[in-house]
């Protein structure tokens, strides 16, 4: 017991180091990327308020893809939803008190990890249906999805088939803020879904999808189509003229 709570307890130390260095890494990466020319995708917004306003819709709604594809639009929209209300009704493992919009968004957590194992299924399944998407698809499409998947299942599994000691889990995330390591339960339902999601955070720097922050930084999506009224000179071309 003693072992595998020292292990679980490095592990997510370790993948919280990864994560967000990572993302840091890369965040700094794409914010010193050069963009020299002016591209944003047709029809774009011509003043910096309807660039916020795309960017918005474009988070919120995936406005190109629902231009692009209806299909996959669905069952991603079906995907980073049901995510994002699971990733709210887990904050309860790490906040005390719960915060009271917390509380409320607990049963539905529950029908958006449904949500989310079906999107995921839509999106799995297009990459072996759909012969473009089939021939562009690596080995590492595969294994990210079988991994989201994976970790959705397994946290159903938890909620309706076998139960865990959630006080306990809580416990467990709180005393790593304060390096206090609390006994985590040895079920191993629990414990793989922990060790899946541990992984994740390691390999998400570093995969395709990192594609959330780097969305922002899209010169297609957050560029002004001003080219007539603004001349668009990349600061490193800036430098150029002047010397």
């Known amino acids: 017991m003693a072992f595998l709570t020292n292990f679980y307890a490095f592990l ?3 993948a919280a180091f990864v994560l967000v260095a990572g993302l840091a890494r890369k965040i700094i990466q794409y914010a010193r990327t050069p963009a020299p020319l002016k591209i944003p995708t047709t029809p774009a917004p011509t003043t910096g308020r309807g660039v916020v306003l795309r960017m918005m819709r ?3 709604l995936f406005e190109s893809l629902f231009r692009g594809n209806k299909w996959t639009w669905v069952f991603g929209w ?4 049901g995510l994002l209300l699971v990733t709210l009704r887990h904050l309860r493992y790490f906040i005390e008190p719960v915060w009271f919009p917390i509380q409320l968004v607990q ?3 529950i029908y958006g990890g449904i949500a989310m194992i079906l999107g995921l299924a839509g999106l799995w399944a297009r990459r072996f249906l759909v012969d473009r998407v089939k021939y562009i698809t690596s080995t590492s499409d595969h294994l990210i999805l079988g991994l989201l998947i ?3 299942c397994t946290g159903l599994l938890m909620k309706f088939v076998f139960h865990v000691d959630v ?12 390096y206090d390591i609390q006994p985590l339960p040895a079920d191993p339902l629990l414990l793989l879904h922990l060790f899946l999601v541990a992984l994740l955070m390691i390999i998400f720097p570093y995969s395709k999808l990192l ?5 922002f930084f899209s010169p297609t999506r957050n560029q002004v189509d001003n080219p007539r009224e603004r ?3 990349a600061p490193w071309a800036r430098k150029l003229e002047q010397s």
């Open 167 to 178: 006080v306990e889990i809580k416990h467990f995330f709180q005393g790593l803020y304060s």
């Open 12 to 14: 997510f130390y370790f």
């Open 231 to 233: 001349r668009h000179i």
């Open 211 to 215: 594609h959330m922050p780097g969305l």
């Open 58 to 60: 474009e988070v919120v």
């Open 150 to 152: 994976a970790i959705g």
């Open 107 to 109: 049963p539905f957590g």
């Open 78 to 81: 079906m995907f980073h939803f």
